[in-house]
């Protein structure tokens, strides 16, 4: 089966500044790649997706990469604010209408003002 | 209803006692699935229902886990003879099978094992 690792485990950077995450994954087959962001106390929620098909996709501050080749994927975050602090999710799966999907551990991003 | 549901909020119970917990999903979502959250242990995945397939159990962790979804709707996670280790937080997705990925997770429940 699909096996996720995520690092670092936790990351501490001060506001304004740029966060990156990076996870690498095994299983040739998947084919999207989500994350989600966590805050205290609160459900997981998907922030930004992205398909084997493309390499790159932003959303205002939040972009992510993947390198299919490598079997790795990053989360760039870029102008950090303290609402950004959470625990971040990586994601792979395969499937069409539905996905299995498979989790990394997590990183417990910290935004100190 | 407007989102996912989870019931209890929370549950404590004594070892080998049996748990049933209660999922109900956005209506008309045809995934829906089970995660176990331990801490620094992330998102582990448990069982995945799709519509009127038969689900996909391959992340069940022993024989004492199994879960049913009736309807197509609401699901119950039925843990037997709980052990300590068993003790985290228990949440439900569902997915709306129209090929976004996206999947909208519960408040989930939490299980403490006495």
């Known amino acids: 089966g699909e096996n996720v690792e995520q690092h670092p485990s936790t990351l501490s950077v001060q506001e304004g500044d740029s966060a990156v995450i990076k996870c690498t994954y095994s299983?040739?087959?998947?084919?999207?790649f989500p994350w989600y962001k966590q805050e205290l106390g609160k459900r997981p929620q998907l922030i930004i997706d992205?398909?084997?098909?493309?390499g790159e996709k932003k959303d205002q501050r939040i972009a992510v990469t993947l390198n299919k080749t490598a079997k790795h994927f990053s989360l760039h975050i870029t102008e950090t604010q303290p609402e950004d602090s959470a625990v971040y999710f990586c994601?792979?799966?395969?499937?069409?209408?539905?996905?299995?999907?498979?989790f990394g551990k997590g990183t417990l991003l910290t935004v100190n003002p | 209803g407007a989102g996912v549901s989870q019931s209890p909020s929370n549950k404590v119970t004594e070892k080998g006692k049996d748990v049933e917990l209660r999922c109900d999903p956005i209506?008309?979502?045809?995934?829906l699935y089970w995660y176990r959250q331990s801490l620094g242990q992330g998102l582990e995945f448990l069982i995945y229902?799709?519509?009127?397939?038969?689900?996909?159990k391959s992340g069940l962790p022993s024989d004492r886990f199994s879960a049913e979804r009736t309807g197509g709707s609401v699901s119950t996670l039925t843990i037997q003879r709980t052990q300590q280790e068993d003790s985290a937080v228990y949440l439900c997705?569902?997915?709306?099978?129209?090929?976004?990925?996206?999947?909208?997770f519960g408040e989930g429940s939490r299980l403490t094992v006495l």
């Open positions: 229902f799709q519509g009127n397939s038969a689900p996909d």
């Open positions: 997705a569902s997915s709306s099978g129209q090929g976004t990925g996206e999947l909208f």
């Open positions: 209506s008309g979502h045809t995934a």
């Open positions: 994601a792979a799966g395969y499937g069409g209408s539905n996905y299995k999907l498979t």
């Open positions: 299983d040739s087959a998947s084919n999207y």
């Open positions: 992205i398909r084997s098909n493309v």
